[in-house]
């Protein structure tokens, strides 16, 4: 299985700030991965896919990178309602496997 | 306007069984791939079968944990997707989402609210 490993697992920041958030797949999976946001006691929203990709109504405060084994989502200009859970994911072959999730804190 | 609503959820004992159901509106449903997830109380999320679509003749895949235990299936007619729960552990207890797949394509688009399956005695 591909082990993806999210770093940090957990992050202070205030409105206004910029944050970057990482994830290592264990072996390549070329741009086979998608970005969730997850909220307390709802579904988690896609974001991203084939790393880059905005799904679609998505803003573009929302980027990502990478290819192979290492990716990097970057959030700008924090607002409230996006304090979240958020969570990488790899499609490059069964079983799909997500990141341990990076809980994005109000400081 | 794409909806995946899913049910059957509810409180069942170590050993029993339990059919979660996921109701499809506003695609064809025969067109897309669709997976279960689930998410156990307070981690992270673990998938757990796909079924693909009809040209590729409904095929399946499991997560070894339910490997043998849980069965995808679906209802072309009623536009429903099913996960046959059976041997149902403790550690299954968690909130399903059933999500699909974007046509030509393997990443989700959209995703149910979820229906909680608590394994207790």
């Known amino acids: 299985d591909i082990q993806m490993t999210q770093s940090p697992s957990s992050l202070s920041a205030s409105v206004g700030d910029t944050v970057t958030i990482t994830c290592r797949a264990s072996?390549?999976?070329?741009?086979?991965l998608a970005w969730f946001q997850q909220k307390p006691g709802k579904a988690p929203k896609p974001l991203i896919y084939?790393?880059?990709s905005l799904q679609s109504g998505v803003p573009s405060k929302f980027s990502g990178s990478g290819s192979g084994t290492d990716f990097t989502l970057i959030i700008s200009s924090l607002q409230p309602e996006d304090f979240a859970t958020y969570y990488c994911?790899?499609?490059?072959?069964?079983?799909?496997?997500f990141g341990g999730g990076t809980t994005v804190e109000i400081k | 306007e794409v909806q995946l609503v899913e049910s059957g959820g509810g409180l069942v004992q170590p050993g029993g069984s339990l059919r979660l159901s996921c109701a499809a509106s506003?695609?064809?449903?025969?067109?897309?791939?669709i997976d279960w997830v689930r998410q156990a109380p307070g981690k992270g999320l673990e998938w757990v079968s796909r079924i693909r679509n009809k040209a590729n003749s409904y095929t399946k895949e499991y997560a070894a944990s339910v490997k043998g235990r849980f069965t995808i299936s679906t209802d072309e007619s009623k536009n429903s997707l099913y996960l046959q729960m059976n041997s149902l552990q403790t550690e299954d207890t968690a909130v399903y989402y059933c999500a699909r797949i974007i046509s030509g394509a393997y990443y989700h688009d959209y995703w149910g609210q979820g229906t909680l399956v608590t394994v207790s005695s």
């Open positions: 072996q390549g999976i070329s741009n086979s």
């Open positions: 994911q790899q499609y490059q072959s069964y079983p799909l496997t």
């Open positions: 084939a790393a880059s």
């Open positions: 506003g695609f064809t449903f025969s067109d897309h791939y």
